[in-house]
């Protein structure tokens, strides 16, 4: 694994810089990732786009709760890695810097990144079915119904089939455009709308940058893939 020159001297130098990030940038935390390494997340049977999905909360909401329980479980051990302190780091180096997620684990938050826009939502929050009114459930355990009207809760993340929420990706698709150096970190670029951030900082003009240990459909559009772990990788431009 090689950083040019040229990236090193356009680090040094950018006024806004995005970075996109998916689940490999929580992998070297111990959170699994749904796709890459030959695996596929499956939960009781069912594969994860199947049990997050739209249709499965209007189906089997309970069993929805008992995945996202789960896992709220499993990360409430898991710790922020040198990939998640290095992007929190690099938010005061620029003078805008923008970090866009489609984690849902709020590792980023708990390294110090302070605006994080969250694509895909957050698992520590509950909102209502009925009402919207949102439940944060990091300190608390999780309320049963609404207390506002009594509705079901479900999780306060965007499953397959789901609008994002609004206005989130309008705005990062406005920094991708703006941005001169674009950071793509951890992420199969396979679901949409957020693979299409990069393509859209690439089309304005931003030099793309790819770290990933394995190639995806991205690769090949890139001005330059670091081939390794973000853990690894991002630590290096401080260097
Ligand atoms: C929408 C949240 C409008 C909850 C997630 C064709 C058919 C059917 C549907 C579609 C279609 N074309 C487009 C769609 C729409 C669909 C989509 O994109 N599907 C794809 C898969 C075909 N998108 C949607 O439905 C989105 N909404 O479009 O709204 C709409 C509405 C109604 C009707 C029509 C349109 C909503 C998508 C939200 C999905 N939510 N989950 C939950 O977590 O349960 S998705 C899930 O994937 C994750 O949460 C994550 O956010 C997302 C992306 O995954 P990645 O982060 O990229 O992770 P992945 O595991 O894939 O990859 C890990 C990578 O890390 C690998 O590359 C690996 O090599 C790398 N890695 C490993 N270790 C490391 C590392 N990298 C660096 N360092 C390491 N150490
Ligand atoms: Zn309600």
Not at 86 to 94: H, N, V
Not at 147 to 161: A, M
Request: with cysteine.
């Amino acid at each position: 694994m090689h950083i040019s020159a040229e990236l090193r001297e356009l680090f040094a130098g950018a006024n806004r810089v995005l970075v996109l990030t998916g689940a490999g940038v929580s992998a070297e935390s111990g959170v699994p990732t749904f796709r890459g390494g030959g695996n596929t997340a499956v939960w009781k049977g069912m594969p994860f786009d199947v049990i997050s999905s739209a249709e499965m909360v209007e189906r089997d909401l309970p069993a929805v709760w008992e995945w996202f329980d789960y896992r709220r479980h499993f990360l409430e051990e898991l710790k922020p890695n040198p990939a998640h302190y290095a992007i929190a780091r690099w938010q005061d180096r620029f003078a805008e810097f923008t970090l866009v997620t489609q984690n849902i684990d709020g590792l980023h938050q708990k390294a110090g990144s302070r605006e994080v826009i969250e694509l895909h939502g957050n698992i520590w929050r509950a909102r209502c079915t009925a009402c919207g009114t949102a439940y944060n459930m990091a300190q608390e355990k999780r309320p049963d119904a609404c207390f506002e009207c009594g509705d079901l809760l479900r999780p306060d993340v965007v499953l397959f089939g789901e609008m994002l929420p609004r206005g989130a990706f309008e705005f990062a698709a406005v920094r991708a455009s703006a941005s001169e150096l674009c950071f793509v970190v951890g992420t199969s670029a396979l679901v949409y709308p957020a693979a299409g951030l990069p393509e859209i900082a690439k089309a304005a003009g931003a030099y793309v940058v790819e770290v990933n240990p394995e190639r995806t459909p991205l690769s090949s559009q890139c001005d330059e893939v670091l081939t390794g772990k973000a853990g690894e990788v991002l630590p290096l431009f401080e260097r």
